[in-house]
């Protein structure tokens, strides 16, 4: 490329050293050294209040985790009643079979043996 089919552009010294760019993806404002390509700053656009929410719907959303509170205590307790029956019903299991057998008597301990 010769110096006539280079694009039109200021002189070095009529160029900025810092440009101004707005990220596509959060809308930021990114101020970039020219010479080194290195961000300088980055200023994070304004985020409205409470996420863009109005008053009614985040007393909504306060209900709904209300409600899903509720709904996960109300499973769980029903699981340790449900887990007392089964514990109970194996320990009855397992005492019968103990009576049934009474001549084993306890384990023998690792430690009896010397």
């Not at 006539?4 to 101020?31: N, Q």
């Not at 700053?41 to 409205?48: A, G, M, S």
């Not at 959303?61 to 514990?87: C, N, P, Q, Y």
Request: hydrophobic share 35%; glycine share 6%; charged share 40%.
């Amino acid at each position: 490329m010769t110096a006539d089919d280079a694009p039109d552009r200021p002189d070095d010294d009529a160029a900025p050293d810092v440009i101004t760019v707005t990220c596509p993806s959060c809308d930021g404002e990114l101020r970039v050294d020219v010479r080194t390509g290195h961000v300088l700053q980055c200023i994070e656009p304004d985020k409205p209040i409470a996420g863009g929410k109005d008053f009614d719907s985040l007393f909504a959303e306060i209900d709904r985790g209300k409600a899903r509170a509720e709904d996960v205590f109300t499973r769980e307790m029903g699981a340790l009643e449900d887990r007392d029956r089964l514990m109970e019903a194996k320990f009855a299991e397992n005492l019968k079979r103990a009576k049934a057998d009474p001549d084993k008597g306890p384990p023998e301990r690792p430690w009896d043996f010397d």
